[in-house]
């Protein structure tokens, strides 16, 4: 049974430039949650997906928008890279129902910005 | 000042010592507690979850909350060399996890 999967699992983008990232959930779950991880510290919560909308968001400006198809999949794009986003880009997946206890995560992206 | 602290170390112990990871908080609304691992270029593994206070056990692995002192701890058994990775404690919050910086742990042979 595949876990998370990501991809890609490294990307280099230059200043300005937009990305975006993919994520296959977990068989059976039906909710995706992404984190940025910077070097050294915890993952911060991006936005949660559920249903193809976007159900909670974090602290991060606009230009972090997100998608979720309809086999649950999804996508975090980024427009006008800045040199701080180089981070892990992680997705979680979840069944709705086990909340937060429920994620198993992908081994990320990791995107750095030059 | 953060919602969970947590301190990076590295913590360095020896092959069979019985290591302890804390971490502190400040939000008295956190139900539930976590601890995830996470080795070097891979996504963070759920180890434990603990709902309010008391201790949870699984095999080398305990998990204490006290909500009274906002702290909560992991503690590892008879550690060994494959037990080195970052540990990172993590709460919930509305359905996002708030997370400790994580604790880098080595075990040394």
């Known amino acids: 049974d595949a876990g998370v999967t990501q991809s890609p699992t490294h990307l280099i983008k230059t200043r300005g430039q937009q990305v975006t990232l993919r994520c296959s959930p977990k068989s059976g779950h039906d909710t995706v949650s992404w984190y940025q991880q910077a070097l050294g510290q915890g993952p911060q919560f991006i936005f949660q997906?559920?249903?193809?909308?976007?159900?909670q968001r974090g602290n991060f400006p606009d230009r972090f928008s997100g998608h979720q198809f309809p086999n649950y999949s999804s996508e975090l794009n980024v427009n006008a890279l800045l040199l701080g986003d180089s981070a892990l880009y992680l997705c979680?997946?979840?069944?709705?129902?086990?909340?937060?206890?429920?994620?198993?995560f992908g081994s990320g992206t990791r995107l750095t910005v030059v | 000042q953060k919602e969970v602290e947590q301190d990076p170390g590295p913590l360095s112990v020896p092959e069979g010592a019985i290591v302890s990871l804390n971490c502190t908080y400040s939000n008295s609304a956190f139900q539930y507690f976590m601890w995830y691992r996470q080795y070097s270029r891979k996504g963070p593994e759920l180890l434990m979850y603990t709902y309010s206070s008391g201790n949870k056990e699984d095999g080398r692995f305990t998990a204490q909350v006290d909500k009274s002192s906002k702290y909560i701890s992991l503690f590892i058994r008879d550690s060994q060399p494959s037990d080195s990775a970052t540990y990172l404690c993590a709460m919930d919050s509305n359905y996002q996890l708030i997370w400790g910086a994580g604790t880098k742990l080595i075990i040394k042979p």
């Open positions: 997906y559920y249903e193809e909308e976007e159900r």
């Open positions: 979680a997946s979840s069944p709705r129902l086990d909340g937060n206890y429920g994620y198993t």
